[in-house]
Protein backbone atom coordinates (compact mmCIF):
# COMPACT_ATOMS: atom_id res chain seq x y z
CA UNK A 1 0.00 0.00 0.00
CA UNK A 2 1.18 3.13 -1.01
CA UNK A 3 -0.16 5.35 1.98
CA UNK A 4 0.65 2.81 4.69
CA UNK A 5 3.91 1.32 3.82
CA UNK A 6 4.69 -0.44 7.29
CA UNK A 7 1.70 -3.14 5.56
CA UNK A 8 4.43 -3.96 2.84
CA UNK A 9 6.61 -4.77 6.06
CA UNK A 10 4.47 -7.38 7.63
CA UNK A 11 2.89 -8.99 4.67
CA UNK A 12 2.79 -12.43 4.98
CA UNK A 13 5.40 -14.59 3.09
CA UNK A 14 7.96 -12.60 4.88
CA UNK A 15 8.66 -10.37 1.98
CA UNK A 16 10.19 -7.18 3.44
CA UNK A 17 10.35 -3.50 1.68
CA UNK A 18 12.89 -3.31 -0.56
CA UNK A 19 16.06 -0.63 -0.53
CA UNK A 20 14.11 1.57 -2.84
CA UNK A 21 10.26 1.65 -1.43
CA UNK A 22 12.03 1.97 2.33
CA UNK A 23 13.85 4.64 0.60
CA UNK A 24 11.13 6.29 -0.81
CA UNK A 25 9.24 5.99 2.93
CA UNK A 26 11.59 8.00 4.26
CA UNK A 27 11.60 10.49 2.22
CA UNK A 28 8.04 11.15 2.62
CA UNK A 29 8.56 10.99 6.29
CA UNK A 30 11.42 13.16 6.41
CA UNK A 31 9.80 15.65 3.71
CA UNK A 32 6.50 15.93 5.79
CA UNK A 33 8.66 16.11 9.39
CA UNK A 34 10.89 19.14 7.94
CA UNK A 35 8.04 20.71 6.71
CA UNK A 36 6.37 20.60 10.16
CA UNK A 37 10.07 22.04 11.92
CA UNK A 38 10.61 24.34 9.07
CA UNK A 39 7.55 26.21 8.95
CA UNK A 40 5.65 25.17 11.81
CA UNK A 41 8.37 25.45 14.60
CA UNK A 42 6.18 27.38 16.98
CA UNK A 43 4.00 24.64 17.12
CA UNK A 44 5.98 21.84 17.46
CA UNK A 45 7.33 23.12 20.57
CA UNK A 46 3.94 24.02 22.08
CA UNK A 47 3.48 20.32 21.32
CA UNK A 48 6.74 19.45 23.17
CA UNK A 49 5.89 21.46 25.91
CA UNK A 50 9.14 23.23 25.27
CA UNK A 51 9.53 26.94 25.72
CA UNK A 52 9.03 28.97 22.45
CA UNK A 53 11.55 31.55 22.03
CA UNK A 54 14.04 32.97 19.07
CA UNK A 55 16.78 29.51 19.96
CA UNK A 56 14.39 27.18 20.34
CA UNK A 57 12.94 28.27 17.09
CA UNK A 58 16.38 28.40 15.41
CA UNK A 59 16.96 25.03 16.85
CA UNK A 60 13.77 23.57 14.88
CA UNK A 61 14.94 25.30 11.72
CA UNK A 62 18.17 24.05 12.23
CA UNK A 63 16.97 20.35 12.77
CA UNK A 64 14.80 20.80 9.75
CA UNK A 65 17.74 21.68 7.48
CA UNK A 66 19.43 18.21 8.90
CA UNK A 67 16.60 16.14 8.42
CA UNK A 68 16.31 17.83 4.65
CA UNK A 69 19.92 16.94 3.79
CA UNK A 70 19.07 13.56 4.63
CA UNK A 71 15.54 13.14 3.16
CA UNK A 72 17.66 14.22 -0.03
CA UNK A 73 20.21 11.89 -0.15
CA UNK A 74 16.90 9.00 0.40
CA UNK A 75 15.11 10.48 -2.32
CA UNK A 76 18.29 10.71 -4.51
CA UNK A 77 18.95 6.72 -3.83
CA UNK A 78 15.93 5.78 -4.16
CA UNK A 79 15.59 6.98 -7.59
CA UNK A 80 19.10 5.97 -8.44
CA UNK A 81 19.76 2.35 -9.66
CA UNK A 82 23.11 1.99 -7.79
CA UNK A 83 22.87 -0.07 -4.89
CA UNK A 84 26.35 1.19 -3.51
CA UNK A 85 24.26 4.67 -3.08
CA UNK A 86 21.23 2.94 -1.62
CA UNK A 87 23.18 1.10 0.96
CA UNK A 88 24.83 4.19 1.91
CA UNK A 89 21.87 5.92 2.42
CA UNK A 90 19.91 2.94 4.27
CA UNK A 91 23.46 2.92 6.55
CA UNK A 92 23.12 6.75 7.13
CA UNK A 93 19.59 6.81 7.81
CA UNK A 94 19.90 4.02 10.21
CA UNK A 95 22.78 5.43 12.27
CA UNK A 96 20.61 8.76 12.48
CA UNK A 97 17.50 7.27 13.66
CA UNK A 98 19.47 5.16 16.08
CA UNK A 99 20.06 8.41 17.45
CA UNK A 100 16.70 10.11 17.41
CA UNK A 101 15.19 6.90 18.67
CA UNK A 102 17.25 6.88 22.15
CA UNK A 103 16.92 10.45 22.43
CA UNK A 104 13.25 10.35 21.99
CA UNK A 105 13.07 7.52 24.09
CA UNK A 106 14.86 9.96 26.90
CA UNK A 107 12.55 12.38 26.08
CA UNK A 108 9.64 10.65 26.29
CA UNK A 109 10.36 8.40 29.54
CA UNK A 110 10.57 12.04 31.25
CA UNK A 111 8.75 14.34 29.67
CA UNK A 112 5.81 12.27 27.92
CA UNK A 113 4.67 15.03 25.48
CA UNK A 114 2.18 13.79 22.89
CA UNK A 115 4.66 15.66 20.69
CA UNK A 116 8.06 13.28 22.33
CA UNK A 117 5.54 10.21 21.74
CA UNK A 118 5.27 10.79 17.96
CA UNK A 119 8.85 11.73 17.37
CA UNK A 120 10.17 8.22 19.19
CA UNK A 121 7.27 6.17 17.10
CA UNK A 122 8.27 8.19 13.51
CA UNK A 123 12.21 7.29 14.42
CA UNK A 124 11.72 3.87 15.91
CA UNK A 125 9.50 3.05 12.38
CA UNK A 126 11.90 4.23 10.23
CA UNK A 127 15.05 2.99 11.91
CA UNK A 128 12.67 -0.82 11.67
CA UNK A 129 12.19 -0.18 8.00
CA UNK A 130 16.06 0.49 7.34
CA UNK A 131 17.09 -2.31 9.63
CA UNK A 132 14.68 -4.38 8.00
CA UNK A 133 16.19 -3.62 4.62
CA UNK A 134 19.58 -3.32 5.22
CA UNK A 135 19.15 -7.02 6.29
CA UNK A 136 17.25 -8.45 3.66
CA UNK A 137 19.89 -7.29 1.43
CA UNK A 138 17.14 -6.41 -1.69
Known sequence: STLFPYTTLFRSGGRVMDKSTTLYTITAAGSLYTAHMLLAPRFYLSQAKIDENFDTIGLCRGLGGG?????????????????????????????????????????????????????????????????FALAAGK
Not at 100 to 123: E, F, G, R, V
Open 67 to 131: IIGLTSMAYMAAKSSSEELKLAALCSGATAFVAWTINNAYITYTKASLQAKSDLACSAFCLGICT
